[in-house]
């Protein structure tokens, strides 16, 4: 059976059996839920095929999966980079981050406030982690699939809260979350020079280096035109990675993907080759006011 996280409303009913449609950027029809086994415990059926937008969490024989990675991109807002706190079950560095207000979206706070609490009761056994997080997560509606980092924490909290309600002297085991929260991809390169990624990058016929700009859990090369240029982990941005782009002879156009360690990533962008030959012309600097030139008359 797969906990799905549909629409709560104030007046639901946390002893009914709960069908939650969860999904991580892209949902599925939810499931029949089937009936349980004579002995109390939930009959379910592992899913296979987690990908890259599928439901991030899963109840597989009793046990929930917690949150996979987003992968958090540097460029997210304070509010998104809280995800990896959650998914590293850093609760109490949740909590301060949390407190520390910068949510970004209106329900941000109760939000992550509802996550904090489901992260403490199942990883510190604080009983009162499950009221508020019920309570918290009755207040929300689910994020869109463009808030995937805040869709796949709403999510987890709702399968948790409903797990707890039909099993409340459980004490749930999550494991490893497979797949990710949101889309992998290539959306762009970053020449570093403080103008921010572009979707249309652009280089004299040198090249140099630019940082890939998109989601990624890995990078291992990038094609430049045919051309296979190896990428490097940016030290100082985990989530970054740099490359090279190689010279050209000519100006021109040329396509980039991406490759990851299980294969090509999704996205593309075509990058231009400049002509930066061009000798520009020389300009001569206006002379400064209230100067006069000096011209010798010779001796009287």
């Known amino acids: 059976m797969r906990w799905w996280a549909g629409a709560w409303t104030r007046g639901y009913a946390l002893a009914a059996v709960a069908v939650l449609a969860l999904s ?15 002995d109390g415990a939930q009959t379910v059926a592992a899913p296979t095929g987690i990908v890259p937008g ?13 949150v996979p990675p987003g992968p958090v991109d540097p460029a997210d807002p304070p509010q998104s980079q809280w995800y990896v706190l959650l998914q590293a079950k850093d609760c109490d560095g949740l909590a301060a981050a949390v407190d520390a207000g910068n949510a970004t979206t209106p329900d941000g706070f109760a939000l992550w406030s509802a996550a904090t609490a489901a992260c403490r009761a199942v990883y510190q056994g604080q009983v009162s982690g499950w009221t508020e997080a019920a309570a918290g997560l009755a207040a929300l509606q689910q994020p869109g699939q463009d808030h995937c980092l805040d869709r796949a924490a709403y999510d987890l909290v709702a399968a948790l809260v409903a797990f707890h309600s039909q099993n409340p002297a459980a004490a749930p085991s999550p494991e490893v979350g497979s797949g990710t929260a949101c889309p992998l991809g290539l959306t762009g390169l970053d020449a570093l020079d403080g103008q921010g990624p572009t979707a249309t990058p652009s280089s004299g016929l040198a090249g140099g280096r ?19 240029v190896a990428a490097e982990a940016d030290p100082d941005q985990p989530g970054r990675w740099d490359i090279v782009i190689p010279p050209a002879a000519a100006t021109g156009t040329v396509r980039i993907t991406a490759e990851g360690s299980s294969g090509a990533l999704p996205g593309s962008l075509t990058f231009t080759y400049l002509d930066d030959t061009a000798t520009p012309p020389v300009s001569t600097a206006p002379e400064a006011p209230g100067t006069t030139t000096a011209v010798d008359g010779g001796a009287g």
């Open 54 to 66: 599928s439901p991030p969490v899963k109840h597989d024989g009793g046990t929930l999966a917690w």
């Open 210 to 228: 630019f940082q890939l700009a998109g989601r990624f859990l890995d990078v291992v090369a990038v094609m430049v035109g045919g051309q296979r």
């Open 24 to 38: 991580g950027c892209g949902a599925s029809p939810p499931a029949a839920a089937p009936p349980s086994s004579g």
